[in-house]
């Protein structure tokens, strides 16, 4: 083994019953570089980093990983080992307790003692200095809860460095980032790498590869496609790589003819009814069009997902303003009153508001529309099968049956699922939050053709995304939101990144 | 000839849980029968299952309690109150004294009816009233149910305390209400409804299969779908054949009959499982407790669905509060005391996740099945009570283990 490489995955096979995850992937990680790693969902990147930290211990595998000269055998503490020898990964999901402060949850399990008791005052000073040391910027006592999305994610970063790490794996970190947090994490991320740590960084967002990454390996279906230099790369070759073929068009182009507005949002005020003293929409006016998409745009934190949960009649109260359909004042007070109205919800997070992940697929898209297929005591579930079965068809879902547990699913199919629920509900208008969040590049371009097909029959779709592109590349106008506020909408042809941007962060404002 | 063994092999497999619950049942069985072969007599078969349908009954609402991610530790006492309030309803002569002043004539046949019929329908308003309370400050106050039903508990048993004032209610004067949970069923009405059972067996195997066909499913094996209907038959016929005492004709004739009070479990068990299944409140449970927030989105009234939830365990506290009353003929000051847990022991072991979203209706009456065959069988065995409880707790930490561990090697 070179001098220079620092982990060496060499020939690793893993199976599972019925399954190769990983088919003799060998990868080599050089010191101190950011090596990224690439994939569609499913072709193996989480399975090859479960075995580097331990999830997986030496022995359920084939093949050897080599670290720092010896092969790394992780037994019976697998976990805890991983992290002894400097192996840390970061999850896509946090993994901190809300109401502990940062301090506690950084050294949760390892709280320096004082005799039989937690040395507090070590603790606390001791996360100062490593939150010096990557310039965050959060204090040691601040409670999770009250930090934001990107604050959690530097916090959790912190956790992995704060017992000598050497390798950092990053699992999807800027998935729920705004565009500035990213940066920041970047410059993180350039810091550690002059302090030497290596990393090896897994993203959808292949555009982050070409800002941070070394080298990029590319998976495919279990298999090593290639490892190349980052700067042999561009955008449309490593999407080629991900995917065995050459992508033309990142956005398939519609044939949308927008008709006449048929429901508006006027001067709309919403509070938070957890905390009615916090003001979550501060006036937003939007107007939508039969068999439109219009694209709403704005940093985390900006208000769009209020918005949708206001326009969805949960999470928000309307304090004030009009909501408008069909030139009636409708109100919209939960879920049923919204769906009364014919308005259907995919919401931003698939796992946890949108789905039953133990129950199958049958059941979760039923769900909504059980009123159709049932009486006072019965289910029709001919019907209800027949109804299903006709949707997972159209939306072309790839699921053994559609009495499978929708868990057992790839992240596409499940938000297919999502969608399917909705649509069997007939909706005029279908608001898609973040609908290719976590989503492989295959599986989106699917959904965004899904999404051409429904506009062009009439459905008017309203889609939030953090993906300036999307948003362009989607949406025949973009309404964009700031501090709460609706800053105006831009006809597409009007748009660009610059003006969106320009308008989200209230350097540019709309005229009335 | 593999084909076979093939085919059994893989329906055991399929519904793993369901079928080691059902073995280990009959593991139980088999093992008390060689230890006491009296176990296996027609008197302990006929007394089991009535001891075991007042758990059951109230088992079949706790699986719905537990799966929408809540609990009722209530029932015990809540069934206990409903017991002694019958009790003294029919001790004091609360319904028969103005039934018996405004109709002179009637016949005391009729009038124990009538008294009985009243009885039953104040107490099961009395059990509905009291899941409404409980669901009210559940569903709509927001106070989580663990504590709503603490409270329950004491308020219930307090109520006990109050209604016997500290001594038995004997309900010497009214055998018709009585028969409602000692009285057995004439042998011909036994085998009919057996046969009407398994008839209702059949028929589902073959609308079902109908209904695959139809919306070209996989339909599996027809000789295993009968296999499985011929098995639950002749158990059901096999029970009747033992507690009519067909086969002894030495056998008093008023020994003979399938228990009332089986039936209506019969019927309970049946009408809650094809609730749990077929019905809008059905899926909702199961929808809010395996993911409480998207059953939010669906749009499910979610409020709603719990509060019906804990109003349908009333009713069936309820029913076994009737029901105990009679089994007991008297309303005591313990009644019901600890019944809660096995309520909630017999969801466990059947396969209800305390963590909701999961459990079935079978699968309850299945673990009651079990409880009460191992306090039955150690009880013959002399084993004394000191024993009964360590060896029921570990069996259920066992149970739970066993089906963890199950998991984890699928996963």
Same mark, same amino acid.
């Given at each position: 083994?070179?001098?220079?490489?620092?982990?060496?995955?060499?020939?690793?096979?893993?199976?599972?019953?019925?399954?190769?995850a990983?088919?003799?992937?060998?990868?080599?990680?050089?010191?101190?570089?950011?090596?990224?790693?690439?994939?569609?969902?499913?072709?193996?990147?989480?399975?090859?980093?479960?075995?580097?930290?331990?999830?997986?211990?030496?022995?359920?595998?084939?093949?050897?990983?080599?670290?720092?000269?010896?092969?790394?055998r992780?037994?019976?503490?697998?976990?805890?080992?991983?992290?002894?020898?400097?192996?840390?990964?970061?999850?896509?999901e946090?993994?901190?307790?809300?109401?502990?402060?940062?301090?506690?949850?950084?050294?949760?399990?390892?709280e320096?003692?004082?005799?039989?008791?937690?040395?507090?005052?070590?603790?606390?000073?001791?996360?100062?200095?490593?939150?010096?040391?990557f310039k965050?910027?959060?204090?040691?006592?601040?409670?999770?809860?009250?930090?934001?999305?990107?604050?959690?994610?530097?916090?959790?970063?912190?956790?992995?460095?704060?017992?000598?790490?050497?390798?950092?794996?990053?699992?999807e970190?800027?998935?729920?980032?705004?565009a500035?947090?990213?940066?920041?994490?970047?410059?993180?991320?350039?810091?550690?790498?002059?302090?030497?740590?290596?990393?090896?960084?897994?993203?959808h967002k292949l555009?982050?590869?070409?800002?941070?990454?070394?080298?990029?390996?590319?998976?495919r279906?279990?298999?090593?496609?290639?490892?190349?230099?980052?700067?042999?790369?561009?955008?449309?070759?490593?999407?080629?790589?991900?995917?065995?073929r050459?992508m033309?068009?990142?956005?398939?182009?519609?044939?949308?003819?927008?008709?006449?507005?048929?429901?508006?949002?006027?001067?709309?005020?919403?509070?938070?009814?957890?905390?009615?003293?916090?003001?979550?929409l501060?006036?937003?006016?939007?107007?939508?069009?039969?068999?439109?998409?219009?694209?709403?745009?704005?940093?985390?934190?900006?208000?769009?997902?209020?918005?949708?949960?206001?326009l969805?009649?949960?999470?928000?109260?309307?304090?004030?303003?009009?909501?408008?359909?069909?030139?009636?004042?409708?109100?919209?007070r939960?879920?049923?009153?919204?769906?009364?109205?014919?308005?259907?919800?995919?919401?931003?997070?698939?796992?946890?508001?949108?789905?039953?992940?133990?129950?199958?697929?049958?059941?979760?898209?039923?769900?909504?529309?059980?009123?159709?297929?049932?009486?006072?005591?019965?289910?029709?579930?001919?019907?209800?099968?027949?109804?299903?079965?006709?949707g997972?068809?159209?939306?072309?879902?790839?699921?053994?049956?559609?009495?499978?547990?929708v868990?057992?699913?790839?992240?596409?199919?499940?938000?297919?699922?999502?969608?399917?629920?909705?649509?069997?509900?007939?909706?005029?208008?279908?608001?898609?939050?973040d609908?290719?969040?976590?989503?492989?590049?295959?599986?989106?371009?699917?959904?965004?053709?899904?999404?051409n097909?429904?506009?062009?029959?009439?459905?008017?779709?309203?889609?939030?995304?953090?993906?300036?592109?999307?948003?362009?590349?989607?949406?025949?106008?973009?309404?964009?939101?700031?501090?709460g506020r609706?800053?105006?909408?831009?006809?597409?042809?009007?748009?660009?990144?610059?003006?969106?941007?320009?308008?989200?962060?209230?350097?540019?404002?709309?005229?009335? | 000839?593999?084909?076979?063994?093939?085919?059994?092999?893989?329906?055991?497999?399929?519904?793993?849980?369901?079928?080691?619950?059902?073995?280990?049942?009959?593991?139980?069985?088999?093992?008390?029968?060689?230890?006491?072969?009296?176990?296996?007599?027609a008197?302990?078969?006929?007394?089991?299952?009535?001891?075991?349908?007042?758990?059951?009954?109230?088992?079949?609402?706790?699986?719905?309690?537990?799966v929408?991610?809540g609990?009722?530790?209530?029932?015990?006492?809540?069934?206990?109150?409903?017991?002694?309030?019958? +009790? /003294?309803?029919?001790?004091?002569? $609360?319904?028969?004294?103005?039934?018996?002043? *405004?109709?002179?004539? @009637?016949?005391? !046949? #009729?009038?124990?009816?009538?008294?009985?019929?009243?009885?039953?329908?104040?107490?099961?308003?009395?059990?509905?009233?009291?899941?409404?309370?409980?669901?009210?400050?559940?569903?709509r106050?927001?106070?989580?149910?663990?504590?709503?039903?603490?409270?329950g508990?004491?308020i219930?048993?307090?109520?006990?305390?109050?209604?016997?004032?500290?001594?038995?209610?004997?309900?010497?004067?009214?055998?018709?209400?009585?028969?409602?949970?000692q009285?057995l069923?004439?042998?011909?009405?036994?085998?009919?409804?057996?046969?009407?059972? +398994? /008839?209702?067996?059949?028929?589902? $195997?073959?609308?079902?299969?109908?209904?695959? *066909?139809?919306?070209? @499913?996989?339909? !599996? #094996?027809?000789?295993?779908?009968?296999?499985?209907?011929?098995?639950?038959?002749?158990?059901?016929?096999?029970?009747?054949?033992?507690?009519?005492?067909?086969?002894?004709?030495?056998?008093?004739?008023?020994?003979?009959?399938?228990?009332?009070?089986?039936?209506?479990?019969?019927?309970?068990?049946?009408?809650?499982?094809?609730?749990?299944?077929n019905?809008?409140?059905?899926?909702?449970?199961?929808?809010?407790?395996?993911?409480?927030?998207?059953?939010?989105l669906?749009?499910?009234?979610?409020?709603?669905?719990?509060?019906?939830?804990?109003?349908?365990?009333?009713?069936?506290?309820?029913?076994?509060?009737?029901? *105990?009353?009679?089994?007991?003929?008297? !309303?005591?000051?313990?009644?019901?005391?600890?019944?809660?847990?096995?309520?909630?022991?017999?969801c466990?072991?059947?396969?209800?996740?305390?963590?909701?979203?999961?459990?079935?209706?079978?699968?309850?009456?299945?673990?009651?099945?079990i409880?009460?065959?191992?306090?039955?069988?150690?009880?013959?065995?002399?084993v004394?009570?000191?024993?009964?409880?360590?060896?029921?707790?570990?069996?259920?930490?066992?149970?739970?283990?066993?089906?963890?561990?199950?998991?984890?090697?699928?996963?």
């Open positions: 083994m070179p001098e220079d490489v620092l982990l060496e995955i060499s020939h690793v096979t893993k199976q599972f019953p019925g399954v190769t990983l088919s003799d992937v060998s990868i080599q990680v050089k010191r101190g570089e950011i090596h990224g790693l690439c994939g569609e969902n499913g072709a193996g990147k989480s399975t090859l980093m479960k075995i580097l930290c331990g999830v997986y211990p030496f022995g359920t595998y084939e093949g050897d990983v080599v670290y720092d000269g010896k092969v790394l992780l037994g019976t503490r697998s976990i805890r080992q991983a992290i002894e020898e400097g192996i840390a990964i970061v999850y896509q946090l993994t901190l307790v809300p109401k502990m402060t940062v301090g506690e949850n950084i050294y949760l399990g390892k320096p003692r004082r005799g039989p008791s937690i040395d507090w005052d070590k603790l606390y000073s001791d996360t100062a200095s490593l939150l010096k040391r965050l910027n959060v204090s040691p006592l601040d409670v999770i809860q009250n930090l934001g999305v990107g604050q959690m994610q530097m916090t959790e970063i912190a956790k992995a460095l704060s017992e000598s790490a050497r390798v950092l794996i990053l699992d970190p800027t998935s729920a980032l705004s500035a947090e990213v940066d920041k994490l970047m410059e993180i991320l350039r810091e550690l790498k002059s302090q030497g740590v290596t990393c090896i960084y897994i993203s555009e982050e590869f070409f800002r941070i990454t070394d080298t990029v390996s590319v998976l279906d279990g298999k090593l496609v290639t490892t190349r230099p980052t700067s042999e790369l561009t955008l449309e070759k490593l999407v080629g790589l991900m995917v065995g050459e033309k068009e990142r956005f398939p182009k519609g044939n949308r003819k927008p008709g006449e507005v048929f429901f508006k949002v006027e001067d709309l005020h919403a509070t938070d009814p957890a905390n009615p003293g916090r003001e979550v501060k006036g937003v006016s939007l107007d939508l069009r039969k068999g439109e998409i219009l694209g709403i745009a704005g940093l985390m934190g900006s208000g769009r997902t209020e918005l949708v949960s206001t969805f009649g949960e999470y928000a109260r309307v304090t004030k303003g009009r909501i408008e359909l069909d030139g009636k004042e409708i109100a919209i939960n879920a049923r009153d919204a769906m009364s109205h014919r308005i259907g919800l995919v919401p931003e997070d698939r796992k946890r508001l949108g789905l039953i992940l133990i129950q199958t697929v049958l059941k979760n898209m039923s769900l909504p529309n059980l009123n159709r297929f049932s009486g006072f005591m019965y289910i029709d579930q001919n019907a209800e099968l027949a109804a299903v079965m006709k997972s068809t159209s939306l072309a879902i790839k699921a053994p049956s559609v009495q499978v547990p868990e057992s699913l790839s992240g596409g199919n499940q938000q297919k699922v999502v969608i399917s629920k909705w649509l069997m509900s007939e909706p005029r208008i279908l608001i898609l939050d609908p290719t969040r976590g989503v492989d590049v295959g599986a989106k371009y699917e959904i965004y053709k899904l999404m097909k429904l506009a062009e029959s009439g459905f008017a779709i309203i889609m939030i995304s953090s993906e300036l592109e999307e948003v362009l590349g989607m949406s025949d106008r973009v309404a964009v939101m700031w501090e609706s800053n105006g909408t831009l006809e597409i042809g009007e748009a660009s990144q610059e003006k969106i941007m320009a308008r989200a962060t209230g350097v540019e404002i709309a005229a009335g | 000839m593999p084909r076979i063994p093939n085919i059994l092999l893989g329906a055991f497999t399929k519904n793993l849980r369901a079928n080691i619950l059902i073995m280990a049942l009959v593991a139980i069985w088999i093992g008390f029968g060689i230890a006491t072969p009296t176990f296996w007599s008197d302990n078969i006929q007394n089991v299952l009535p001891q075991m349908a007042i758990i059951a009954i109230m088992a079949c609402g706790m699986v719905f309690v537990i929408t991610g609990i009722d530790l209530s029932v015990g006492f809540g069934s206990g109150f409903v017991s002694v309030v019958a +009790a /003294a309803l029919l001790y004091y002569g $609360v319904i028969d004294g103005p039934l018996q002043s *405004l109709f002179p004539n @009637m016949q005391t !046949g #009729s009038l124990e009816l009538v008294t009985m019929l009243v009885t039953v329908v104040l107490c099961m308003v009395l059990g509905l009233l009291m899941g409404l309370f409980q669901g009210y400050v559940i569903a106050l927001a106070v989580p149910p663990f504590i709503v039903t603490l409270g508990f004491y219930f048993k307090s109520g006990i305390l109050l209604v016997t004032q500290g001594k038995s209610l004997f309900i010497s004067a009214n055998d018709t209400y009585k028969f409602i949970a009285g069923i004439p042998p011909m009405g036994g085998f009919a409804l057996a046969v009407l059972v +398994a /008839a209702a067996m059949l028929v589902r $195997v073959f609308l079902a299969r109908a209904r695959k *066909l139809k919306y070209g @499913m996989a339909q !599996g #094996s027809l000789a295993l779908d009968l296999l499985k209907a011929g098995i639950f038959s002749a158990l059901v016929i096999g029970y009747v054949v033992v507690v009519n005492r067909t086969f002894d004709r030495e056998a008093d004739e008023g020994l003979r009959g399938v228990p009332f009070l089986v039936v209506i479990m019969g019927v309970i068990a049946v009408l809650m499982s094809y609730i749990s299944t019905t809008r409140l059905g899926r909702y449970a199961y929808a809010i407790g395996g993911n409480r927030e998207a059953a939010r669906s749009g499910i009234n979610i409020k709603r669905t719990i509060l019906t939830i804990y109003v349908t365990m009333g009713a069936l506290m309820g029913v076994s509060g009737i029901a *105990l009353a009679a089994y007991v003929g008297s !309303g005591t000051t313990g009644a019901g005391g600890g019944y809660e847990l096995d309520v909630i022991a017999s466990i072991l059947g396969g209800t996740s305390t963590l909701g979203g999961e459990g079935t209706v079978f699968g309850a009456i299945v673990g009651a099945l409880i009460q065959s191992l306090s039955n069988g150690l009880q013959m065995m002399n004394s009570s000191n024993w009964q409880y360590l060896i029921k707790g570990l069996v259920l930490i066992l149970a739970v283990l066993a089906d963890i561990s199950m998991k984890k090697k699928r996963a």
